[in-house]
């Protein structure tokens, strides 16, 4: 529902099983945490981590985050984001989130930047949204 995804409608449906998996390895991972927003009992949000199980990778976790337009600026975005970096501050393993944020976003760079992530990067033509090219920014978080 956003042009800021990395998918479109149809392309990202796991089954429920496929959900539960996925869900269940990232419980078991110590690098990964999976998290969603609620509001009335309704997911409006996701957020979550993945690392690498390579030694000299399992240090940084990718960050991803979605939250529904209808609860855009709304503080969900926000409260996920401490919640992930008060996760990764505690956890051993974890000494750095990075994240790709489309340059166009500018209210998740603007929060982004506002947690203290620093721009590392631009990552040009990285993604088509109605067959135009997007820019991506990289970003990163040391939280050691």
């Given amino acids: ?56 990778l399992m240090h940084r976790v990718e960050l991803g985050m979605s939250v529904r337009q209808a609860y855009w600026r709304q503080g969900i975005g926000a409260a996920l984001l401490d919640a992930i970096i008060d996760w990764a501050r505690a956890n051993p393993v974890v000494t750095k989130l990075d994240l790709q944020v489309a340059t166009t976003n500018a209210g998740a760079v603007a929060l982004y930047l506002k947690k203290g992530f620093h721009k590392e990067g631009a990552l040009r033509k990285q993604m088509m949204v109605n067959d135009v090219a997007q820019d991506l920014f990289h970003m990163g978080l040391d939280v050691e």
């Fill in 1 to 56: 529902e956003s042009p800021f995804l990395t998918f479109g409608p149809g392309e990202f449906e796991l089954t429920v099983d496929q959900e539960a998996d996925f869900l269940a390895q990232s419980e078991a991972t110590a690098n990964a945490l999976y998290l969603v927003g609620l509001v009335e009992g309704e997911i409006v949000a996701s957020s979550g981590t993945m690392g690498s199980a390579r030694a000299r």
